[in-house]
């Protein structure tokens, strides 16, 4: 994958964390009960989160020292 397809790909996995999290705020607003839904929710942001950290290395260019 080249830098702009990363890029893009960046975009959408944080635009599903955005979301994933303003429906888990919405859950906890709402007094919703299905804790397994929550839980299956925070771990899918949890893989987002740790997909997008991923992405970001790899854009960081590598410098020798």
């Known amino acids: 994958m080249n830098s702009k397809e990363l890029n893009q790909w960046l975009e959408e996995l944080r635009v599903e964390h955005r ?3 303003e ?9 919703h009960h299905d ?11 949890l893989k987002l989160k ?12 590598d410098l020798d020292a």
């Open 50 to 61: 740790d997909m997008i950290d991923k992405l970001e290395s790899k854009l960081i260019p």
């Open 23 to 31: 429906v888990i705020h919405h859950l906890y607003k709402t007094g």
């Open 19 to 21: 979301d994933l999290d």
């Open 35 to 45: 804790a397994m839904r929550v839980q299956r929710l925070k771990k899918r942001k």
